[in-house]
């Protein structure tokens, strides 16, 4: 294969920003396992999603079988084997967002049985979303004729599910009656507004590289494919996806923020105390 300088430029994009994602998302991880008070149920679902970030991140140093004149270092078959498994991942990043739609909606009108719920429930759902994603993507390769169906179906109903969802959850927040106290209700009011604008982003994010599949999926038979250029630019953007919610955590969720900064400073006061040791 033939390498030209922006095939190199291309997988440089790649292979760095699957570095960040890795990193961030596994700093996220690390915050929310060394302090219990982030690990409750509501961020269940979220811890979920930072570890499917954190796999795709992992791919995305590895070109995708749709990008392939750019990819220099995987064979085809590699390539293809890495797209079957991003294509996987993501799916279980739509259903797991599509996932905590409802259980927002769930908190917000149903706060006093949404507060009783058990952590199996929370253990039983992440596995069922792990093994619907599964499915659908396994149907989508070996069942031929939902190639170019059944994932763009799929997607549109998570997101007719978001966007019901929380279309009832907004109406419930500004014509409903709001809670008198604060402490719990109010705390579940924010994690949902936070969940809502993480949502809002992650759709407006990955829209371009949807869309971008339709494109290769329609091509298959019209002949017409989109650009490399907004293949791999599409790409990139969709990767964004999987490093931007950390950073609303940290501006959102203060109990995440104090975590974090906590997490510096113990490293830093660990590296200024090595030195006065004595052997």
């Known amino acids: 294969m033939h390498v030209t300088s922006e095939c190199i430029a291309w997988n440089a994009v790649f292979v760095t920003e699957s570095v960040i994602i890795v990193s961030v998302n596994l700093l996220t991880i690390i915050v929310f396992m060394r302090n219990r008070n982030l690990r409750k149920r509501s961020t269940c679902l979220v811890i979920n999603l930072t570890v499917v970030d954190m796999l795709v991140g992992v791919l995305f140093g590895v070109p995708q079988f749709p990008f392939l004149p750019c990819n220099i270092f995987v064979d085809y078959v590699e390539a293809i084997l890495s797209h079957l498994v991003l294509m996987f991942l993501l ?66 109903m998570c997101l007719f599910v978001i966007c019901v969802c929380y279309t009832c959850i907004s109406i419930k927040f500004f014509c409903g009656a709001q809670p008198q106290h604060h402490g719990g209700a109010n705390r579940q009011r924010k994690l949902t507004v936070t969940l809502l604008i993480m949502t809002i982003v992650s759709l407006f994010i990955l829209l371009p590289f949807v869309l971008c599949l339709f494109s290769f999926f329609t091509g298959n038979r019209s002949g017409l494919y989109p650009s490399l250029l907004y293949g791999n630019a599409t790409f990139v953007l969709s990767g964004a996806n999987s490093f931007v919610n950390p950073i609303l955590y940290t501006l959102r969720i203060p109990e995440f923020k104090k975590a974090l900064i906590s997490l510096f400073r113990c490293q830093r006061n660990e590296n200024v105390a090595i030195p006065h040791q004595r052997y």
């Open 91 to 156: 799916l279980a990043s739509v259903t797991n967002i599509a996932v905590i739609s409802l259980e927002r909606m769930h908190a917000t009108f149903r706060p006093i049985r949404h507060g009783v719920i058990k952590k199996w429930v929370y253990g039983v759902t992440i596995a069922g979303v792990w093994a619907l994603a599964f499915i659908v993507n396994l149907a989508r390769f070996v069942v031929t004729w939902t190639a170019l169906v059944l994932w763009p179906v799929y997607y549109c």
